[in-house]
Every structure is written in structure tokens, then in C-alpha cells.
């Protein structure tokens, strides 16, 4: 029987590394031309866990974390935006999927607030919302029908 890891990592481990450079090249160069990029650490979004797995016989490549730090870099960019960016993101791999679910319910646990009850409130807000405009539309349909027709 395999062992954990091996079971996540059958592939070489040269063949790996060079996937996950392959695969975080790729994740980082979309991730970074999003339109809601130069904002996510404004919002509150300053870790990224995304799973990457390879077809067949090649199995899990593992989970990439990103995560900002409000720290100076030295990037260049090649098409600098109208805001300046500080800070980084920084990243690592997480060899097997129970470690990025460790990682994001610790994450979550360290928030300052709880994102279950803001999730909820909002819920609750577009359901206010829906019911507000659902009753706007019924009483204008029912303010139209009251309107005489005019004949001419």
C-alpha cells in the first residue's frame, strides 16, 4: 500500500516541480490581469487556494496558496495600472488536499469577523431587496389597471 503522499504524488518529483511552475505561471498570469486584481486586498481577499490536478495517471499536483503581504517589491510591471501596487503576493504548495482545507478553515478562524453571519446578512439584504422591488412591480401593474383607457 502507498503511503499518503505517494498517493497524492505518484509523478516524479522533477516532473511535479515542473508542472507546478507551469501551473502557477499560468494561474499567476491570470489571477494578475483580472479586472478585480489591483482590489482583492482592499476587500479583504489576501489568500487564494487553488487545487490543480493533472489528467490520468498523473493525479493530484497539488494546491497553490497565495497570499498577500502589504510589503514593498520590486516588480516591474509591464502595463503598470493607475494605482501603484504595494505589496506582494507571495505563494507555496500544499502537497495534499487535507492540508489546503487545514489551511483554509484555520484562515477563515482567524478573520476578524465571521464570514457565515455576513454571508447571511447579505442574504437576507437581497431577499429585502427582491421583495421590495417584486411589491413595486405588483403595484404598479395594479395602479395601471385602475388607469381608464382613454378612447380617442
Do not use: C
Not at 124 to 132: F, G, P, Q
Amino acid at each position: 500500500m502507498k503511503s499518503g503522499k505517494n498517493f497524492y504524488l505518484p509523478m516524479e518529483p522533477r516532473q511535479r516541480d515542473e508542472l507546478r511552475i507551469a501551473m502557477e505561471t499560468q494561474f499567476r498570469y491570470k489571477f494578475y490581469n483580472s479586472t478585480e486584481f489591483p482590489f482583492l486586498h482592499s476587500i479583504g481577499v489576501n489568500h487564494i487556494i487553488q487545487g490543480f490536478e493533472a489528467p490520468d495517471e498523473l493525479g493530484y499536483i497539488g494546491a497553490l496558496h497565495l497570499w498577500w503581504a502589504p510589503d514593498e517589491s520590486d516588480i516591474v510591471y509591464d502595463k503598470p495600472r493607475k494605482f501603484k501596487v504595494i505589496g506582494t503576493w507571495h505563494g507555496e504548495w500544499l502537497d495534499r488536499p487535507e492540508e489546503a482545507v487545514e489551511l483554509a478553515i484555520q484562515i477563515q478562524a482567524n478573520r476578524p469577523y465571521n464570514e457565515d453571519k455576513l454571508i447571511e446578512v447579505a442574504i437576507r439584504h437581497a431577499k429585502k431587496m427582491a421583495n421590495l422591488s417584486v411589491k413595486k412591480m405588483v403595484k404598479d401593474a395594479l395602479e395601471k389597471e385602475d388607469e381608464p383607457d382613454l378612447l380617442n
